[in-house]
């Protein structure tokens, strides 16, 4: 009987130990599982469409100048000269690749696009000269600027002050490509005057902007921006026809500029993974 009583003691102690043993395992606080939080780190791809507006000029520089053209008649030619219209407009659309890196709230990336606008201008003026014995002799000045598309290659940097938020600074490289072309002439039966063209003509410039972005999924984004651009100023001479002086003509001088306004939208394909939020 002593050694039975022995026996079942020894077998409680060790069950008491047991279950002490196995208290921090069922009594534990269960993991708090922890949310994946929105990145802007990755690369992308997508779409954008929008409107741009030109800035420029199109113009007639008369030669040698206003002045001499003025001796000939100042009330007729004179007017001829100057600024007739602005940069094309019209509405735009095409395509954006880029990659982001995000560190903290502080996100920069690179970003290239291309769009296709087709857009041009067009404007002319009339007039005449009055010759003693023969009436008016009718003048005629026409400036035409053609811009087909336009791209840009711009770093971008900005914050992320919500998850799902980006706002951003954008700049660098624009490039495109213009036609330009001008006639100045005088009369109707047998014309004299100067004409020049210049087609396809690439060029490049700057251009700068700021825009939002906001994350609606993990993988999608949508976007709106404004931006500015400037690809210069090109002069085209104009060559004579039935030459109406010695010593005069009309050059094109345009300048290439405008603002665009536009949407987008980017799908990412994400190589940098979520941010794990931390408890």
């Not at 008369?62 to 007017?79: E, H, I, K, N």
């Not at 990336?109 to 769009?115: H, K, L, N, P, T």
Request: proline share 5%; with cysteine.
């Amino acid at each position: 009987m002593k050694n039975l009583a022995l026996a079942l003691a020894a077998l409680g102690l060790g069950t008491v130990a047991a279950s002490a043993a196995d208290m921090p395992g069922r009594y534990a606080k269960a993991p708090v599982a922890v949310a994946p939080v929105a990145t802007w780190t990755g690369c992308y791809i997508g779409v954008n469409a929008g409107y741009s507006w030109g800035d420029g000029s199109s113009s007639l520089a008369l030669q040698p100048s206003v002045a001499a053209f003025g001796a000939l008649d100042p009330a007729a030619f004179a007017a001829l000269g100057g600024r007739y219209t602005g940069s094309p407009s019209g509405a735009l659309g095409g395509g954006q690749v880029g990659c982001n890196y995000q560190s903290g709230i502080v996100v920069v990336g690179i970003e290239a696009d291309i769009d296709y606008l087709g857009a041009s201008e067009t404007a002319s003026r009339a007039g005449g000269v009055a010759v003693p014995f023969a009436g008016t002799i009718p003048l005629a000045g026409t400036v035409s600027q053609k811009l087909d598309w336009l791209g840009s290659v711009r770093g971008r940097v900005g914050i992320s002050p919500g998850s799902n938020w980006l706002l951003y600074a954008t700049g660098g490289l624009a490039y495109g490509n213009t036609s330009f072309s001008h006639q100045f002439v005088q009369g109707a039966v047998v014309p004299s005057g100067w004409a020049g063209a210049l087609n396809n003509d690439f060029r490049t410039g700057w251009i700068a902007g700021a825009g939002v972005e906001y994350m609606v999924a993990p993988n999608w984004t949508v976007k709106g921006e404004y931006l500015y651009y400037d690809l210069g100023s090109t002069r085209v001479v104009g060559l004579p026809f039935n030459r109406l002086a010695d010593q005069f003509g009309a050059d094109g001088l345009y300048t290439t500029k405008g603002s665009i306004a536009r949407v987008g939208f980017n799908y990412k394909f994400g190589w940098g993974g979520p941010v794990v939020a931390r408890y």
